[in-house]
C-alpha cells in the first residue's frame, strides 16, 4: 500500500513538474490509483480469508493434542488390576491419585483449548460447524476419562479396605491358633504346672475383649464391602 502511495505521488510530482506529458501521467496515475483502490478490499478479504484458515489449523493441532493427552491416559484409568494383597492395592492407589493431579493441572489447558474454540464460533469463523463438532468431541473424551478415573480410584479404594480386612481376618485367625493350641495343651496339667496355666487363662481373659472388638469391626466391615 505504501509502495502504490509513492508511485501515485511520483507520477503526480512529474506532471506538477510540467512533464510534456502531464496529462498522459496524471490519466495513467489516477486509472492506476483506482485500480489499486479496488484491489484493497480484496486483499483484506483474502488476509482475512489466510488468517482464518492459519486459525483453524492451529486449533486443530492443538485439539488433536488434547485428544492424544486424552487416549493416552486413558489407558491408565482403565486398568483393571486393583491387586492382589495389600501392598499392592496401596502402591496401584499411590499411583492413581499420581493420574487424578496429572489430569487435575492438564484441565486448565484443555479449557483454554475449548475457550478459543468457543471465541471462533462467536466470530463466525468458516469453520464453525467442523468446530462445534470437534468441541463437542473433545468434551466427551474428557467426561469419558474423568469417568473411568472416577471408577477406578473407587474400585482401587475398595480393594484396599477389602485387602486391609483381609489382613485383619489373617492376623486374628493366628491369634485364635495360636491360643487354641495353647488351651489345649491345659487339658491334662500336672500338679506343678496349674498354677502357671491359669495364670496364662487369666491373660487370655484380658486379651479376649481386645480381639473380640476386633472380630466385630471386621464382621461389620465385611457387610459394608457386601453391601
Given amino acids: ?23 498522459g501521467i496524471l490519466e495513467i496515475t489516477d486509472i492506476f490509483e483506482r485500480r489499486s483502490e479496488s484491489l484493497m478490499p480484496l ?14 489449523h492451529q ?4 485439539m488433536d493434542a488434547e485428544m492424544d493427552w486424552i487416549k493416552e491416559h486413558m489407558g491408565l484409568a482403565t486398568l ?56 463437542d468431541v473433545l468434551r466427551k473424551e474428557w467426561t469419558g476419562l474423568e469417568t473411568a478415573a472416577g471408577t477406578r480410584q473407587a474400585r482401587l479404594e475398595a480393594s484396599v479396605e477389602c485387602q486391609a480386612e483381609i489382613n485383619d481376618i489373617i492376623e486374628l485367625n493366628q491369634w485364635i491358633t495360636v491360643k487354641a493350641k495353647l488351651l489345649n495343651q491345659m487339658e491334662k ?17 484380658l486379651e479376649l475383649p481386645v480381639y473380640q472388638k476386633n ?8 457387610k459394608d464391602l457386601k453391601s
Avoid at 500500500?1 to 496529462?23: M, N, Q, S, W, Y
Avoid at 501392598?87 to 493420574?99: F, G, I, M, Q, V
Avoid at 496339667?189 to 481373659?205: C, D, F, G, I, N
Wanted: with cysteine.
Fill in 80 to 135: 483393571k488390576d486393583y491387586g492382589r494383597n495389600y501392598a499392592e492395592a496401596t502402591k496401584y492407589l499411590s499411583k492413581h491419585k499420581n493420574l487424578l493431579n496429572e489430569m487435575s493441572s492438564h484441565e486448565p489447558t484443555l479449557k483454554r483449548v475449548l475457550q478459543s474454540a468457543d471465541d471462533l464460533m462467536k466470530a463466525g469463523h468458516f469453520a464453525k460447524e467442523k468446530i462445534g463438532e470437534r468441541c
Fill in 1 to 23: 500500500k505504501e509502495k502504490i502511495r509513492d508511485l501515485v505521488a511520483k507520477g503526480k510530482g512529474l506532471a506538477d513538474g510540467g512533464h510534456f506529458d502531464k496529462d
Fill in 189 to 205: 496339667p500336672r500338679q506343678y504346672e496349674v498354677e502357671k496355666m491359669l495364670s496364662k487363662v487369666k491373660a487370655l481373659e
Fill in 215 to 222: 472380630l466385630d469391626e471386621i464382621v461389620k466391615t465385611s
Fill in 59 to 62: 486449533l486443530s493441532a492443538d
Fill in 43 to 56: 486483499l483484506a478479504a483474502r488476509k482475512k480469508k489466510l488468517d482464518d484458515s492459519l486459525l483453524w
